[in-house]
């Protein structure tokens, strides 16, 4: 996650809310992509994950 700042940041200048986007959308995606392959590991029938984003 740190890298997408850092390679973000030799782009163009960002301020820390920029910043946080930029990590936050990166964490979503992640989050997104461990569901769906939880799902596929999964029997759907169990029931659904879910995963929120927590505000620091």
């Known amino acids: ?3 997408v700042a ?3 940041a030799g782009q163009q ?3 820390e ?3 946080m986007q930029a990590v936050e959308d990166e964490v979503r995606f992640q989050i997104e992509a461990a569901k769906e392959e939880m799902s596929q590991d999964f ?3 169990h029931g ?3 995963c929120e ?4």
């Open 17 to 19: 809310g920029r910043i």
């Open 48 to 50: 659904d994950f879910q």
């Open 13 to 15: 200048p960002l301020d």
């Open 6 to 8: 850092c390679e973000l």
């Open 53 to 56: 984003m927590m505000q620091p």
């Open 1 to 3: 996650v740190a890298a």
């Open 43 to 45: 029997d759907p029938s």
